[in-house]
């Protein structure tokens, strides 16, 4: 486990037939007295033929949805920032 902007995530592939590896991204919350998974990425369509490319994946899909997230909620406080005006 590491942490990535305050919040904990982890990644692990997932076995599947063939030899081959299926990334899972965990993103914990960001109270480091709590484990409360918060999102679970488990992406069907990513396959990886090395278990390390695939943990890789899931790390990086964990940064991906925590940094969208940071994204929306900035967006969201600057729509916040200025009252509505109806015309």
């Not at 899931?58 to 729509?79: F, G, M, P, Q, R």
Request: net charge positive; hydrophobic share 35%; aromatic share 8%.
């Amino acid at each position: 486990m590491q942490p990535y902007k305050q919040h904990p995530i982890y990644g692990i592939a997932v076995s599947e037939p063939g030899k081959r590896w299926r990334p899972k991204g965990l993103v914990f919350a960001p109270d480091l007295n709590c484990t409360l998974e918060v999102k679970r990425l488990e992406p069907s369509d990513l396959i990886f033929t090395t278990k390390k490319a695939a943990e890789e994946q899931a790390l990086k899909l964990c940064k991906a949805w925590i940094d969208a997230k940071e994204s929306e909620s900035h967006s969201a406080a600057k729509d916040s920032d200025f009252p509505k005006v109806k015309l």
